[in-house]
């Protein structure tokens, strides 16, 4: 994904997580059981957590698949408990783990992606590069 292609997206997922949680705070809090609701919220705050993690990769030119995962992430965790409050279906209870694994590999890959652009290149010996 592009730099300004992550910014943009990543920009939209937070706005979008402020409005899901403002909308939880106000238009749920009397219509779904508290358990519920705190459902939502994690929703909600693994959604924000996600949307400022693309907001960070977004300036490093090497982070191409990392903002894909977290992206992907956002969707599933959120989502399925975003649709779990709205209907009470339990069941989507199990699908939440898939989102966090896909959280969780997005940022490793985003350490890993920076770690491997930091390292001095091959053909530079490693004494010639830190004299630089």
Not at 3 to 13: E, G, M
Not at 110 to 126: H, K, T
């Amino acid at each position: 994904m592009r730099r300004n292609t992550t910014f943009i997206i990543a920009a939209v997922l937070a706005a979008v997580g402020i409005a899901l949680g403002a909308f939880g705070a106000h238009g749920l809090k009397d219509v779904v059981e508290p358990a519920m609701l705190a459902n939502w919220e994690t929703g909600v705050r693994y959604h924000m957590y996600a949307a400022l993690a693309m907001l960070a990769i977004s300036a490093r030119p090497e982070q191409r698949r990392a903002p894909w995962f977290l992206l992907g992430g956002a969707l599933v965790f959120g989502g399925s408990l975003y649709l779990m409050a709205l209907t009470g279906a339990r069941w989507l209870g199990a699908v939440t783990p898939f989102g966090g694994v896909l959280l969780i590999v997005g940022l490793l890959i985003a350490a890993f992606d920076v770690s491997r652009a930091a390292r001095p290149a091959a053909d530079v010996p490693e004494r010639e590069y830190a004299d630089r």
